[in-house]
């Protein structure tokens, strides 16, 4: 009872909180055979029975133990631990108590896990190392998920909170690195681009809308991002199917011009926003391959918000810089500017619940290629403009005196708070671009588009699958196949015909309820802005057209 006190007392409570509500007990598979770990879980158990708090113990899948886990076995491993506790009933207030085992490189997979849940639980680590090593960066034996606790991009959220174990007792305390995102001040005086200044969390995230053509605006953000990586980077491009069809990832991977890279396409939608759904051996490959090579992984996120959402995440785990170039003013104004990236939780095929498993992470830059907003459906316009709605009518209440009270930290609040309807009766080009998201002529280029896109990306991972049973070299497969179809038009490279194409991109992104804080009051304000911004965009190109 002492143990299980004692760990209690030295790990640090959630905020707000002086006490835990629960305790979860993560141990590996019954087959490790390890004594001391199964006593030690034991005692954890037992301890917490005769203390009176609701424990659970929770065992690692046989995959993720064995030694040399494939980067797959490692990430269903993590995923189906997460959710287990969720199962379990886990809360924001419950302590997971990682108990190791003889092989301390398994103890990397207490941070993954404590990271997922609500975007982050408590995490304890009882470890049998001999040595402090780096405590505050997590590694898998593969060494394809790096939680590192002092990227900048994570926001000083870390899980592990304590380790115990037979060394002496050590505080750790370092510093984050700076936050260095893109340099975009190579665009400063371009009448093309406006600049959205946004900052979350302290820092400043860099968001371009690039108004000019889509050729030029990929050609922009492919000098930035050479400024970046002056050493060259391996793009991962990641888009869903329709956004796929429409030639924007091929659009992007071949605008930006490196020696390798992929396109790494998934199913569309919130019923696929599911972890299965966005971790392949390929991807992982792609991003091992890059590690090892001059040419960091940089994975993009082209297409709606739940795109940028689950593979936000996916660079969450692995430590890769993180671009998000949205294709729906949902994912620009809601998904970016949040900067959670979160699945839900899937169980037998059923979705459970949303955007329970996830981490914060900023992207290095958010890029909005203007013609590609272009191609929203009508339901992610009347969607822009109800989450406008929402925010702005809520600020709509600053100047009354619960108002003021509630809202007193939104800088301009009372100034900006508006009916955002009444607003849209003077905007006269929305009806305008809703007439030609509908008319029938858009919709009949649109369908053949698409299912010329589909094709081509089925002849593609055709293509791909091929070359990867083949003993040959796979490090450039998708550019190998992209030049066979280099003078193919996307979607948006069509636009100066009679009509442009508009596309499903309905990868809407969500946000879940939340307790109302600071932050959260200062990121509602700026995404209203954001969406202004967006719509007033749109709206003047369909005036001209």
């Known amino acids: 009872m002492e143990f299980v006190q004692k760990i209690l007392d030295d790990t640090p409570k959630p905020k707000g909180r002086n006490a835990f509500s629960s305790i979860h007990v993560v141990g590996p598979h019954d087959s490790i055979k390890s004594e001391k770990a199964e006593a030690t879980i034991r005692a954890l158990y037992d301890g917490s029975n005769a203390l009176k708090k609701e424990v659970f113990v929770h065992r690692l899948n046989t995959a993720g133990c064995k030694k040399n886990a494939s980067p797959m076995e490692e990430y269903n491993t993590i995923f189906e631990a997460s959710s287990s506790l969720l199962m379990a009933k886990a809360d924001r207030a419950s302590l997971l108590v990682f108990v190791g085992w003889e092989d301390v490189s398994m103890d990397a997979y207490a941070a993954f896990i404590g990271m997922l849940p609500f975007r982050g639980v408590q995490v304890a680590v009882l470890?049998?190392?001999?040595?402090?090593?780096?405590?505050?960066?997590?590694?898998?034996?593969?060494?394809?998920?790096?939680?590192?606790?002092?990227?900048?991009?994570?926001?000083?959220?870390?899980?592990?909170?304590?380790?115990?174990?037979?060394?002496?007792?050590?505080?750790?305390?370092?510093?984050i690195?700076?936050?260095?995102?893109?340099?975009?001040?190579?665009?400063?005086?371009?009448?093309?681009?406006?600049?959205?200044?946004?900052?979350?969390?302290?820092?400043?995230?860099?968001?371009?809308?690039?108004?000019?053509?889509?050729?030029?605006?990929?050609?922009?953000?492919?000098?930035?991002?050479?400024?970046?990586?002056?050493?060259?980077?391996?793009?991962?491009?990641?888009?869903?199917?329709?956004?796929?069809?429409?030639?924007?990832?091929?659009?992007?991977?071949?605008?930006?011009g490196q020696e390798d890279g992929m396109i790494f396409n998934h199913k569309s939608g919130e019923t696929y926003k599911r972890y299965d759904n966005y971790g392949t051996d390929r991807l992982f490959e792609c991003i091992n391959r890059a590690r090892s090579s001059t040419s960091p992984p940089v994975i993009l996120a082209v297409g709606g918000g739940v795109n940028g959402n689950c593979i936000g995440l996916i660079a969450a785990m692995t430590n890769c810089d993180f671009i998000e170039v949205p294709t729906t003013p949902m994912h620009y104004n809601d998904a970016v500017t949040s900067a959670k990236k979160a699945v839900s939780l899937v169980v037998n095929d059923k979705i459970l619940s949303k955007n329970i498993l996830g981490a914060f992470y900023l992207p290095q830059l958010a890029f909005c290629v203007n013609e590609w907003l272009l191609t929203i459906s009508s339901a992610n316009a009347h969607a822009t403009v109800g989450e406008a709605t929402k925010t702005m009518n809520m600020l709509g209440m600053a100047n009354s005196v619960v108002g003021a009270t509630d809202f007193h930290n939104i800088l301009g609040?009372?100034?900006?708070?508006?009916?955002?309807?009444?607003?849209l009766e003077e905007v006269e080009g929305f009806d305008n671009l809703i007439a030609f998201i509908e008319s029938p002529a858009t919709l009949k280029k649109k369908e053949k588009i698409i299912a010329i896109g589909k094709k081509i990306a089925s002849l593609r991972e055709a293509s791909i699958k091929k070359q990867d049973s083949s003993p040959t070299g796979k490090k450039s497969l998708t550019f190998k196949f992209a030049s066979l179809f280099s003078s193919f038009p996307s979607m948006a490279s069509m636009a100066s015909l009679t009509t442009v194409e508009t596309s499903d991109s309905s990868e809407e992104s969500d946000e879940e309820g939340e307790e109302v804080s600071f932050s959260k009051l200062s990121i509602s304000y700026r995404r209203m802005n954001t969406i202004l911004i967006i719509l007033s965009i749109c709206l003047s190109i369909y005036i001209e057209h």
């Open 127 to 175: 470890s049998m190392r001999s040595e402090y090593g780096d405590l505050l960066q997590f590694t898998t034996p593969s060494g394809t998920f790096d939680m590192d606790g002092l990227t900048s991009a994570r926001m000083g959220k870390f899980s592990v909170h304590a380790v115990f174990g037979p060394l002496p007792t050590k505080r750790i305390s370092e510093k």
């Open 177 to 256: 690195r700076t936050w260095c995102p893109v340099d975009i001040s190579a665009e400063e005086g371009n009448a093309n681009v406006i600049h959205i200044p946004f900052k979350i969390g302290g820092l400043s995230l860099p968001m371009l809308t690039h108004n000019g053509s889509c050729e030029s605006a990929l050609d922009s953000l492919a000098n930035l991002l050479k400024e970046k990586y002056p050493k060259g980077f391996t793009p991962i491009i990641s888009c869903g199917e329709t956004c796929d069809a429409l030639g924007y990832g091929k659009d992007m991977l071949d605008a930006l």
């Open 413 to 423: 609040a009372v100034e900006f708070a508006s009916d955002f309807t009444k607003i």
